[in-house]
C-alpha cells in the first residue's frame, strides 16, 4: 500500500491529461508502458538487493557496498534533500487545495500549511506503526478512487452513463493515436511525455526504505513487489487508456496540469461527463489525500535515509540512534527543522521557488539510476566471488538486461530533460539550465566533495562486501 500511494498521486490525478494532449493517446501509453517496463525492472533490482540486505538506507546503502561509498554518499544526501523539498512544496500545495471549500478559507494559506506540517511531525514522530496505518487509509482512499473512476468511465464509454456512446472515436480523432508529421516528430513527441511518466511512477523505490522497518521482509517485500507493479500498471495504463477515449486530445481542458485546478483534472471532467454532480469536489478531496500521503511518505523516506546515513558515517552518527519506540527522532527532529525552514523560504523569497522545485526535479530519476548501477554491481560481484544464484530469497529477471535498460532510459531521461534546448527550437539560457539541471548540479557536488576528500576508489568485484548477515 505504501508502493501504491507513492506513485499514485498528482501526476496520475493531474498530469495524465496534460500527457495525452501533448503525444494522444497512443503517445501518451507507449510512454507510461515503456516507463512502467523501467520500472518494473527497477523495482526487481531493488527486491534482489533489499530481500538479501534489507536497509532503512536502500539505495544509498547498496551503492555504498556494491558500487563506491562516494556514489553511496551523494545517493543518501541526494534523497533527502529530495524529499524535504518535496514536502515543503505539499504542504504549500494542500493549503491551496482545501481552501477550495469556502468554509475553510477562514485560515490563511500559510497556516493550513502549518497545520499540515505538525499533523505530519506527530505521526512521524510518535511510531513507524502509526507511519504505516496512516499512510494505509491515504492509499486505500486513491485506490478506491481510481476503481471507481474507471467503472464510471467504461460506462461513460459504452453510452451507460453520459447518454452517449463513445466508443474508440476518439483514438482516430485529428493526427490520433499519435501526434507528429513524421516518425521522427511522433517519437520526440511521445519521448517528451517519458517525463511526465516517470514523474508519476517516482515513488514506487519507497518500498526500499521499507525493508528496514518490515516483518519478515524476505518473504513479504517480493511478494509486494509481485502483486504492487502490476497493480500500479494496470491503473495508470488503464486509466490513461479511459480518459483518452473519453475525452479528445484536441480538449483545451486537458491543459490543466497543475495540481490546484480542480475543475480541470481529467477525472473530474470524465466523472462530470458521466453526470456525477460533486465530481469536483469528490476530486478535490482526493488529490488533498494524495498530497498529504506524499508528504507523509517523504517524512518517513527522508528521516530514515538520514538515520542510515548516520549509521554509515556520511551524517553525524547521532542521527543513527532510535528511540525505545524504534524512531530516530533526532533524524525526524532535523528533517521537519529543514522542512520548515525550506518553506518559510518560499513565503519569503518568491523568485527562489523554481529553483527550491527545481533542485529536487531529477532527483528521483537520480535514484533509479543508483538502483540499476548498484544491482548491476552486486549481481557481478556475486558470481565473480562463487557464491550459488539459488540462495537468494528473490532474483531479479532478466538480468543484466534489466539494470542495463534501466541505465541507458534514466540517463536518456536526464540529458533531454530540456529537449527543447537540444533540439534548437527555443535558446540556451543559462537560468533555465540551472532550472532545469540544478537537482544534477547537486548530487555531483554531493559526489565531488565525498570523492575529493576521502580519495574513495570504485570497490573491485572481489572485495565487494556480500556479508547480509
Not at 477525472?267 to 507523509?296: D, H, K, Q
Request: net charge neutral.
Amino acid at each position: 500500500m505504501i508502493a501504491i500511494g507513492g506513485s499514485i498521486g498528482t501526476g496520475l490525478f493531474m498530469l495524465s491529461g496534460n500527457a495525452i494532449h501533448t503525444a494522444a493517446p497512443g503517445g501518451a501509453l507507449l510512454a507510461y508502458m515503456a516507463i512502467g517496463v523501467l520500472v518494473y525492472f527497477l523495482m526487481t533490482s531493488l527486491g534482489e538487493m533489499a530481500t538479501y540486505f534489507p536497509d532503512s538506507g536502500s539505495m544509498s546503502t547498496y551503492a555504498n557496498r556494491f558500487v563506491d561509498s562516494s556514489l553511496g554518499f551523494a545517493l543518501g544526501w541526494n534523497y533527502w534533500f529530495n524529499w524535504v523539498i518535496t514536502v515543503a512544496v505539499d504542504i504549500t500545495i494542500a493549503a491551496l487545495i482545501i481552501r477550495y471549500w469556502a468554509p475553510m478559507q477562514f485560515l490563511p494559506p500559510y497556516a493550513w500549511s502549518l497545520i499540515f506540517f505538525v499533523l505530519l511531525m506527530l505521526i512521524n514522530f510518535l511510531s513507524v506503526k502509526s507511519f504505516g496505518e496512516t499512510e494505509y487509509w491515504l492509499a486505500l482512499i486513491k485506490v478506491v478512487t481510481v476503481i471507481f473512476f474507471l467503472i464510471i468511465g467504461v460506462l461513460t464509454i459504452f453510452g451507460i452513463l453520459g447518454g452517449e456512446y463513445i466508443g474508440t472515436k476518439n483514438l482516430t480523432i485529428g493526427e490520433a493515436p499519435f501526434l507528429g508529421d513524421s516518425p521522427v516528430n511522433k517519437f520526440l513527441l511521445t519521448f517528451g511525455v517519458f517525463i511526465i511518466a516517470s514523474f508519476s511512477f517516482q515513488g514506487t523505490e519507497l518500498i526500499g526504505i521499507t525493508t528496514g522497518e518490515t516483518q519478515d521482509p524476505k518473504k513479504n517485500i517480493p511478494k509486494a513487489i509481485k502483486q504492487v507493479f502490476w497493480r500500479i500498471l494496470l491503473f495508470y495504463i488503464f486509466t490513461i487508456f479511459v480518459i483518452g477515449l473519453i475525452i479528445p486530445y484536441t480538449s483545451p481542458n486537458l491543459l490543466g496540469g497543475s495540481e490546484t485546478e480542480i475543475a480541470k483534472s481529467p477525472f473530474t471532467i470524465v466523472l462530470e461527463r458521466s453526470g456525477i454532480a460533486f465530481a469536483a469536489a469528490l476530486i478535490n478531496t482526493v488529490i488533498l489525500t494524495s498530497v498529504l500521503s506524499a508528504a507523509n511518505s517523504g517524512v518517513y523516506a527522508s528521516s530514515r535515509m538520514l538515520y542510515s546515513m548516520g549509521a554509515q558515517n556520511f551524517a553525524p552518527s547521532v542521527f543513527g540512534s532510535t528511540n525505545k519506540n524504534g524512531v530516530p527522532v533526532l533524524a525526524v527532529f532535523l528533517t521537519g527543522l529543514v522542512i520548515f525552514l525550506i518553506f518559510l523560504m518560499q513565503l519569503g523569497l518568491p523568485n527562489a521557488e523554481p529553483y527550491i522545485i527545481a533542485a529536487s526535479g531529477l532527483s528521483g530519476i537520480i535514484s533509479w539510476l543508483g538502483i540499476a548501477i548498484s544491482h548491476y554491481r552486486f549481481r557481478k560481484a556475486y558470481a565473480i566471488q562463487g557464491q550459488n544464484l539459488d540462495d537468494l530469497n528473490y532474483k531479479a529477471k532478466g538480468f543484466p538486461i534489466g539494470p542495463l535498460l534501466a541505465f541507458i532510459l534514466c540517463t536518456v531521461i536526464i540529458v533531454f530533460q530540456d529537449i527543447d534546448v537540444i533540439l534548437g527550437k527555443k535558446p540556451f539560457e543559462w537560468q533555465g539550465f540551472l532550472i532545469t539541471y540544478m537537482s544534477v548540479i547537486i548530487f555531483l557536488g554531493f559526489f565531488l566533495y565525498h570523492k575529493i576528500r576521502y580519495k574513495t576508489k570504485i570497490i573491485p568485484l572481489e572485495e565487494v562486501n556480500l556479508d547480509h548477515k
